[in-house]
């Protein structure tokens, strides 16, 4: 089968990479990629916009696409599963009705109050005055967590500590109107304690299959300090979710959600992103995605060792019949190199050094980011710039692999996180202990 990508970040390296591994795809483009998606041997890469769906389409058509597969949650929410869906091309991700999961935070909260899906307290605020009154007091209490209902680039949530710090993320939504429109409702909520983790389920609208659960590390410095980003690195399988814990996810999230949502009349055809906060009184859904999560798919796509393109395949098609895939949840740990000065302002144009040494380590890949291509040689050209990611045995070797490629790469100003995994290892310590 051939197969388009949509994307063009470490995410959409790791699915070229996986896809074209798969025996049962012939040739993989992607759109519009980047410098280390070129340069893979089984990949094209052609220069269409992300968020044009009707290039996307002609593209698809143009290249004999049997499946498309989407990265970014842009597209969906702009309806690009509709179109191709209208045309009569198979893709993977959900209409723009069920991508609203992702794209409005307002919805996402009633339709789990509606379903009885376990989340964190809410209200929903329409305008300003609702909302200062919402922040104000002992409803919530403090910290309370403030949400610009649309995408805002993985900036519209604030955790506000006191009513000073919440009543200024309403204004700079609602009155600033920092994230444009996508701050017009804001989403109130109570703030919720413990570890969280990323689960990704494939759904063809009735089942689905899991895969195993990843750690993200979302904030730039060491010790989860300092702003959040993009996200600097991730490991998976994650040692804090067990067969039991997966089973209680699947009964209680996954599946009244793929329920409610085709009860609704929007059937989910894609992965669905769980983020979970695990609290003393049980999972909570944090938020969710309709989308493979940035870092977590360069750790958790490596593990599927057979049958990806076909249950992928099967879910676009809206039946996954017998399609299945084979996993081996062997430890992985993604580093993500940035920018000097990301989240804030960086300078691009560096030139990269070391990334065939950094491959050499073995178990190790190097998913690019922002990288392009300048004379014959690959420099910088985003805030995160590469994942480097790494198997093991174990997470100590899966730990150290990743390190000693990061090492050997180097461009002015790169900026890691020391501590990518660590959790691993204290959870594994805490289980064996207990
Ligand atoms: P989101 O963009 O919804 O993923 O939120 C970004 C981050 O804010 C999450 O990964 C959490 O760390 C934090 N967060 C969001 N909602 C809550 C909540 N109700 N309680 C505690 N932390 C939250
Ligand atoms: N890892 C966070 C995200 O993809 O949204």
Redesign the pocket.
């Known amino acids: 089968m051939n197969v388009l990508v949509v994307g063009g970040g470490a995410r959409e390296h790791a699915l070229v990479r996986a896809l074209a591994a798969d025996t049962a795809v012939d040739r993989v483009v992607c759109a519009p990629g980047n410098a280390g998606i070129a340069r893979e041997a089984a990949a094209r890469v052609a220069p269409v916009d992300v968020s044009d769906p009707r290039a996307l389409l002609a593209l698809a058509a143009a290249e004999g696409a049997d499946l498309t597969v989407v990265g970014p949650e842009l597209p969906l929410a702009q309806g690009v599963a509709d179109l191709f869906g209208e045309a009569g091309r198979l893709l993977f991700g959900p209409t723009r009705a069920a991508a609203a999961l992702e794209s409005s935070?307002a919805f996402a909260k009633a339709f789990m109050a509606r379903h009885d899906i376990p989340t964190?307290r809410f209200e929903v605020c329409t305008d300003e005055r609702q909302a200062l009154d919402a922040v104000a007091g002992d409803r919530f209490g403090f910290p309370v967590?403030v949400?610009a209902d649309g995408l805002a680039a993985?900036k519209?949530?604030t955790?506000a500590p006191d009513q000073a710090v919440a009543e200024a993320a309403v204004r700079e939504a609602m009155v600033v109107r920092r994230f444009g429109e996508a701050g017009a409702t804001v989403v109130i909520?109570?703030?919720?304690?413990g570890p969280?983790v990323s689960f990704f389920a494939v759904s063809d609208g009735r089942r689905c299959l899991a895969l195993p659960a990843a750690q993200d590390h979302?904030r730039i410095f060491d010790g989860d300090a300092g702003p959040?980003t993009g996200g600097m690195g991730a490991f998976g399988p994650s040692p804090l979710f067990d067969a039991e814990l997966e089973a209680r996810v699947m009964r209680e999230i996954v599946a009244p959600t793929l329920d409610g949502l085709r009860a609704e009349g929007r059937e989910y055809r894609g992965v669905l992103y769980v983020?979970l906060?695990l609290t003393a009184d049980g999972p909570r859904v944090?938020?969710f995605n309709v989308r493979f999560g940035d870092p977590e798919a360069q750790v958790i796509l490596p593990m599927v060792e057979r049958g990806l393109a076909r249950v992928l395949l099967g879910a676009a098609r809206g039946e996954l019949g017998d399609a299945r895939w084979r996993v081996a949840a062997d430890p992985h740990v993604g580093v993500v190199m940035a920018s000097g000065g990301y989240p804030g302002t960086y300078e691009t144009g560096r030139p990269i050094g070391g990334l065939d040494d950094a491959a050499a380590v073995p178990g190790v890949y190097v998913a690019h980011a922002g990288t392009a291509l300048e004379g014959g040689r690959i420099v910088t050209s985003g805030g995160r710039v590469l994942t480097v990611v790494a198997r093991g045995a174990s997470y100590p070797q899966a730990i150290a692999r990743a390190y000693d490629a990061v090492g050997r790469i180097s461009f002015d100003g790169s900026h890691v996180r020391t501590d990518i995994g660590q959790k691993a290892l204290l959870a594994t310590e805490v289980r064996g202990g207990a």
Do not use: R, S, T
């Open positions: 935070k964190a967590v949400k993985g519209g949530v955790v909520e109570e703030c919720l304690d969280e979302k959040n983020g906060m944090i938020e």
